[in-house]
């Protein structure tokens, strides 16, 4: 990846299959940057220990999730694609973005609250420090640009802070990573509980589309949508959270605007309006599911692929990590 384009960091969970969420919201803007950014994308294994998951399940979910970024178009050839715990550089930087974060501003991290607020049986300190852990993740790259939800954003303006107290302490080493805001990007909602997102560690099977439902799970899904009774479709978040969110998955994959997408469905009931999501969404998955069965049976080439992308990743972060050692007075072993 040796020219001059700007690098982009980007990582998922594997917590569970990718939802539809994950997807139009963050994957295939991924597959989209790859032209134009060099592109390094991991599963974020390590994060994913803030939460508990069975063993075998997180070793299952982990492999699956790095054949599902393949799916979705993500080329390692074009792209770097690695599991983060194979990079060992990720736990060491980690450390050292601890010890440089504060205790005040890691408290005021909404993430961190919501979490909890949903965990009360697990609030670990890692739950706590997952924004430093981050940082690290970011800044051993040299990111340019992170893509970032609306959910992200403090994360990132944390880690802006981090790196520039610590280039002020110590001596300039990271490159102050920015947002970046796919144009295509969607914030999907839970089909039911449109106030809150789409997740895939959610436990109602029908609030979620997971990118590898079938077509007739899919439409059932989509017909027993909450929705409301004013029987129209526009859109108004606010009052139409239901509706609204299966318009903007709509709009989304057909790149209609809200305006169109009324106008199609004017004097029509809210029944031919889900069918007509729940299509479009089972066609739009179809190549990803297949693509993902495929690739799920070749299991030397996903081994060889996560194989290399682990030392790529080495090769790469280890420069930042040898450099932040050494200004720290690190001894660096011979
Ligand atoms: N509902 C969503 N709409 C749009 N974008 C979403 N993302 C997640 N949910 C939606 C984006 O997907 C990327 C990867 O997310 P992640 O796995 O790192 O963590 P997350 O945001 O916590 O995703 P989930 O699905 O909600 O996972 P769990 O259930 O494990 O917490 C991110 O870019 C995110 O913005």
């Given at each position: 990846?040796e020219?001059?384009k700007?690098i982009?960091?980007s990582?998922?969970?594997?917590?569970g299959?990718?939802?539809?969420?994950?997807?139009?919201?963050a994957?295939?803007?991924w597959?989209?940057m790859?032209?134009?950014?060099?592109?390094?994308?991991f599963?974020?294994?390590l994060?994913?220990?803030?939460i508990?998951?069975?063993?075998?399940?997180?070793?299952?979910?982990?492999?699956?999730?790095?054949a599902?970024?393949?799916?979705?178009?993500?080329?390692?050839?074009?792209?770097?694609?690695f599991?983060q715990?194979?990079n060992?550089?990720?736990a060491?930087?980690?450390?050292?973005?601890d010890c440089?974060?504060q205790?005040?501003?890691?408290?005021?991290m909404?993430?961190?609250k919501?979490?909890?607020?949903?965990?009360p049986?697990?609030?670990n300190a890692?739950?706590?420090t997952?924004?430093?852990?981050?940082a690290?993740d970011i800044?051993l790259?040299?990111a340019?640009?992170?893509?970032?939800?609306?959910?992200q954003?403090?994360?990132?303006e944390f880690?802006?802070?981090?790196?520039?107290?610590?280039n002020h302490?110590?001596?300039?080493v990271?490159?102050?990573?920015?947002?970046?805001?796919?144009?295509?990007?969607?914030r999907?909602m839970s089909l039911?509980?449109?106030?809150?997102?789409?997740?895939?560690?959610d436990?109602n099977?029908?609030?979620?589309?997971?990118i590898?439902?079938?077509e007739k799970?899919i439409?059932k899904?989509?017909?027993s949508?909450?929705?409301?009774?004013?029987?129209?479709?526009?859109?108004?978040?606010?009052a139409?959270p239901?509706?609204?969110?299966?318009?903007t998955?709509?709009s989304?994959i057909?790149?209609?605007t809200?305006?169109?997408?009324?106008?199609e469905?004017?004097?029509?009931?809210?029944?031919?309006f889900?069918t007509a999501v729940?299509?479009?969404?089972?066609?739009?998955l179809r190549p990803?599911?297949?693509?993902?069965?495929?690739?799920m049976?070749?299991?030397t080439?996903?081994?060889?692929?996560m194989?290399?992308?682990?030392?790529?990743?080495?090769?790469i972060s280890?420069r930042?990590?040898t450099?932040?050692k050494?200004?720290?007075g690190?001894?660096?072993?011979?």
């Amino acid at each position: 990846m040796e020219n001059n384009k700007k690098i982009i960091l980007s990582g998922i969970q594997p917590t569970g299959v990718f939802t539809l969420g994950n997807y139009l919201g963050a994957v295939r803007s991924w597959k989209q940057m790859q032209e134009d950014y060099n592109c390094y994308y991991f599963i974020a294994d390590l994060h994913s220990m803030t939460i508990h998951i069975d063993p075998q399940k997180r070793r299952q979910q982990t492999r699956e999730a790095f054949a599902l970024l393949l799916a979705c178009g993500i080329d390692p050839e074009k792209s770097l694609v690695f599991v983060q715990s194979h990079n060992k550089c990720h736990a060491e930087m980690g450390w050292i973005m601890d010890c440089c974060s504060q205790f005040g501003e890691l408290s005021r991290m909404t993430q961190f609250k919501d979490k909890s607020s949903k965990h009360p049986d697990n609030i670990n300190a890692g739950l706590f420090t997952y924004p430093a852990l981050m940082a690290g993740d970011i800044l051993l790259y040299q990111a340019d640009y992170v893509p970032v939800g609306a959910d992200q954003t403090q994360h990132l303006e944390f880690t802006r802070d981090v790196a520039t107290r610590f280039n002020h302490t110590y001596g300039e080493v990271f490159k102050l990573p920015e947002g970046y805001f796919p144009k295509a990007g969607a914030r999907v909602m839970s089909l039911q509980d449109p106030t809150s997102k789409m997740s895939k560690s959610d436990t109602n099977p029908k609030a979620t589309i997971s990118i590898l439902d079938d077509e007739k799970t899919i439409l059932k899904k989509f017909k027993s949508a909450v929705t409301d009774s004013e029987a129209c479709v526009r859109f108004d978040p606010e009052a139409k959270p239901g509706v609204s969110n299966l318009m903007t998955i709509y709009s989304a994959i057909t790149g209609k605007t809200m305006e169109e997408i009324t106008a199609e469905f004017a004097g029509r009931g809210y029944g031919d309006f889900k069918t007509a999501v729940g299509e479009c969404v089972a066609e739009a998955l179809r190549p990803v599911r297949e693509k993902y069965e495929e690739l799920m049976q070749e299991r030397t080439y996903l081994e060889e692929q996560m194989r290399r992308g682990a030392e790529i990743a080495d090769k790469i972060s280890r420069r930042t990590l040898t450099k932040t050692k050494k200004k720290i007075g690190l001894l660096l072993e011979k």
